[in-house]
C-alpha cells in the first residue's frame, strides 16, 4: 500500500476557471441524460461560466476549497 498526500486549499480568483470547468463537467454527467441538451448549454454557460464563478469567489460569504491528491 502506497501514501497519498491530499492537499486542501481555498479557492481564490487564480482558480475560477479551474472550477468552472470541473463543475460544468460534473454538473453535465450527473444532470444532461434528464434535460434538453439547449437547457442543458444555456444553464452551463450561465452557471459556470468563468465570470460567474469569479463573483462567487469575490462574494465574502462564499468558501471554494479545492483538493489536491498527487498534484491532480
Known amino acids: 500500500m502506497t501514501s497519498q498526500t491530499l492537499r486542501i486549499h481555498q ?4 482558480d475560477a476557471e479551474l472550477i468552472a470547468s470541473i463543475g460544468a463537467r460534473t454538473f453535465e454527467v450527473s444532470f444532461g441524460a434528464d434535460n434538453r ?17 469569479a463573483a462567487q469567489l469575490a462574494d ?4 471554494f476549497l479545492l483538493a489536491y491528491k498527487e498534484g491532480k
Not at 448549454?41 to 464563478?53: A, C, D, T
Not at 465574502?60 to 468558501?63: E, L
Open 11 to 14: 479557492a481564490t480568483l487564480d
Open 37 to 53: 441538451p439547449e437547457d442543458m448549454e444555456r444553464y452551463l454557460s450561465q452557471s459556470f461560466s468563468k465570470v460567474y464563478i
Open 60 to 63: 465574502p460569504s462564499s468558501i
